[in-house]
């Protein structure tokens, strides 16, 4: 199937109009107005569960394979985990696995 230029531009505005109206029904329509506190306590911890989301796919699953697990990420994954929740500090912990991972990657 080949698409012409008109239609894949139409698919690319109709996309971006679509996430511009996602991002604006929380900005641009309550984003002057006081969240209740509740909201607020849970979005903090946005970023904690995004985070995982992101990274545990690339430590588990090799070329999109569960079988080819590399032992380097699992070791470093499990480090920053370890460090993160030790010192409370999720820079640290990213720099300690990244520090794991590169003399792993060294010694195999």
């Known amino acids: 199937m080949t698409l012409s230029g008109a239609d894949i531009w139409t698919v690319i505005l109709a996309l971006g109009v679509g996430t511009f109206l996602i991002r604006f029904s929380f900005l641009g329509i309550i984003g002057d107005r006081k969240m209740p506190d509740w909201v607020l306590r849970h979005l ?5 569960a ?3 989301g992101l990274v545990a796919p690339l430590v588990l699953w090799q070329d999109g394979y569960a079988s080819a697990v590399a032992p380097a990420q699992i070791v470093a994954a499990a480090v920053t985990v370890g460090i993160a ?9 990213f720099f300690a696995g990244f520090a794991v991972f590169l003399a792993l990657n060294a010694v195999f």
């Open 44 to 48: 903090r911890y946005t970023p904690v």
């Open 50 to 52: 995004v985070l995982p």
């Open 85 to 93: 929740w030790r010192h409370k500090n999720l820079l640290w912990g």
